[in-house]
């Protein structure tokens, strides 16, 4: 409506209008994309022009290997071990993460008392720095003095103080535990968010049908929480795969390799080896692992605002 | 679900034990840092202090380089909101109220940098630094925080932007007012809550950012507090606990107080961030 009284009295003035206009949005986001192209557009077409290369890092003097570098890291074991422990602190901590999620936001959509509040402190450890996570479990997690030992001490479950981040499995088991810790939050507040827009009709309608709350869980809350369930599974899928701060500051990839992660090697290649041209391959190499989430997630998301 | 008006105490009870369970650690660190040092390695431990001191804050600000850090972290996480509002809040307005080619194309483009791994341009941005000659500066790190916060804050702010009413834009342009008017009398204010909620997460993103800054940043000159506080851990003989959660209750201070006054936008934040169902 508003449009047709802005078409105002001519059509050509409109049109220069409409040109004037256009140009001024490019005006807008021409500094945006200037900056764009100089810090992410340039790296990125330069980390794959480094990784054709073999750079000694100190000197950063280097020669041109091709796609030798490519060759020795798919043909190395170390790059499929350090793969699958990548999968595995992803799945294992994407699923807690999705559990203690989803079943705290549940708690946290009743009808409880000092409901807000509730929800505001459990947003807490996501938003803490990885740097403060990290130390306050490493303090809980101190082998004489942490407080973890001691109440598990005293309750019999264990006779020895437990070493968390020395030794396999427990440095896997405790660095996703962590994770879970740090990120759930994120997925209780996508989930409570979704949980508001649930009409109530939806379950009195299946009280009346004669379901528990089991049953209205199965078949009324989980159906209308897949769409933002996937959305969820495929950002922090990126987001945990990539992850470096936590893990290389809980056990620096250790004990010896065993939570190395591919951000983790690739840190060591370059800075530990010195070899800044095979990192760079090992970078490459992660992201080609997660551009198919990263067109999963894009697909999906281009595809809801269609709708909207 | 839930029933109307009556607050559920078993829920309350079940709920409040995870939130609490949740946030302990936490409380842990803060009660730890104003333990004296004799409580901390008494056996068994106590939960609440006997004693409390702020000894360690003291020794913290006055025998440690923290304040230093603390000072750069606020400079460099200040400086990339700034950098970063500014330019989304342009780009935004441009990306959702005017047309011209190559428009959308720009928007996708914005949504997979937002997923790009940082790792993947680390090494890149760690050799143009140094080429130019800024590696080791406050400047390298709010250069290398723009990668990922400004197409997240362009997101976000695209996401305000969109769900904002145009017709009070239309209403001003047809009374007279020029493109450019219109933006600071109408389209600025109605954004203003979008605008705080974008600012207060790059402001807090770039405040924990710890990556960037131990591989571009190698001197105390320029050192921000992520891994200037890990540097007390590593370089100190014998590790002060009640020292280092003393720092740690110090550098989440920024965010107890977002907490206490700007919880709202936080949330908001949340919501617009890409995982709206």
């Keep these: 409506m508003t449009v047709a009284v802005l078409g105002g009295p001519t059509r050509a003035r409109t049109f220069s209008l409409q040109r004037q206009y256009a140009l001024l949005g490019m005006l807008l986001i021409a500094p945006t994309i200037l900056v764009f192209c100089a810090v992410i557009v340039y790296p990125l077409i330069y980390a794959i022009y480094l990784s054709l290369f073999s750079i000694y890092t100190p000197t950063l003097q280097g020669h041109w290997v091709g796609l030798d570098n490519f060759r020795q890291m798919f043909g190395s074991g170390e790059f499929w071990t350090t793969l699958q422990t990548n999968v595995i602190w992803t799945v294992g901590t994407l699923t807690l993460q999705v559990v203690f999620g989803v079943g705290t936001a549940l708690l946290l959509n009743q009808n409880i008392w000092f409901r807000s509040l509730a929800r505001s402190l459990v947003l807490f450890p996501y938003f803490v720095s990885t740097v403060v996570a990290v130390l306050v479990w490493r303090w809980m997690f101190n082998d004489v003095y942490g407080i973890l030992n001691h109440v598990l001490l005293q309750a019999g479950v264990v006779d020895l103080p437990v070493d968390w981040l020395g030794r396999m499995p427990n440095a896997m088991a405790s660095v996703i535990l962590i994770g879970a810790w740090k990120y759930f939050p994120f997925v209780v507040i996508a989930v409570l968010a979704r949980l508001q827009t649930i009409p109530p009709q939806l379950y009195e309608a299946a009280t009346i049908d004669g379901a528990g709350v089991w049953g209205r869980f199965w078949d009324v809350t989980l159906p209308q929480l897949r769409e933002v369930l996937v959305v969820i599974v495929l950002l922090r899928t990126i987001w945990d795969f990539k992850e470096f701060d936590l893990i290389y500051l809980l056990t620096g990839g250790g004990p010896v390799t065993s939570t190395q992660t591919l951000p983790l090697l690739v840190y060591k290649q370059a800075f530990g080896l010195n070899a800044m041209g095979t990192a760079s391959t090992y970078a490459i190499g992660m992201l080609l692992v997660l551009l198919t989430f990263m067109a999963l997630y894009l697909s999906r998301v281009g595809h809801e605002k269609e709708q909207t | 679900m839930t ?24 409380l842990w660190m803060a009660i730890t840092s104003i333990k004296p040092q004799q409580e901390l390695f008494r056996m068994p431990p106590m939960f609440l202090p006997e004693n409390v001191t702020l000894e360690h804050y003291r020794n913290l600000l006055e025998n440690t380089p923290f304040l230093k850090y603390f000072g750069h972290s606020l400079v460099i996480a200040t400086s990339t909101t700034l950098l970063v509002v500014v330019l989304g809040v342009f ?187």
């Design chain 2, 91 to 277: 780009g935004a307005y441009s990306l959702v109220r005017f047309s011209y080619p190559g428009r959308e194309r720009i928007a996708l483009v914005v949504l997979s940098t937002y997923l790009l791994p940082s790792v993947v341009l680390v090494l890149p941005l760690y050799l143009m630094m140094v080429k130019v000659g800024v590696a080791n500066t406050l400047l390298s790190l709010v250069i290398a925080y723009t990668t990922f916060s400004l197409p997240y804050a362009l997101w976000l702010l695209r996401a305000f932007m969109a769900s904002a009413p145009e017709d009070l834009e239309w209403a001003a342009l047809v009374d007279g007012a020029s493109r450019l008017g219109a933006f600071v009398d109408v389209v600025l204010p109605q954004a203003l809550p979008g605008i705080i909620s974008t600012a207060v997460f790059t402001f807090i993103v770039g405040w924990n950012e710890y990556f960037y800054a131990l591989i571009l940043v190698n001197s105390d000159s320029a050192r921000p507090l992520t891994t200037g506080v890990m540097n007390m851990l590593i370089t100190s003989f014998n590790i002060e606990w009640s020292l280092l959660m003393a720092a740690s209750v110090m550098m989440s201070l920024p965010l107890i107080v977002i907490f206490v006054f700007l919880q709202s936008h936080l949330t908001r934040g949340f919501a617009a961030s890409g995982v709206k169902g």
């Design chain 2, 3 to 26: 029933e109307h008006g009556t607050k559920s105490v078993g829920a309350t009870i079940v709920a409040w034990t995870v939130v609490l369970a949740t946030i302990f650690p936490l």
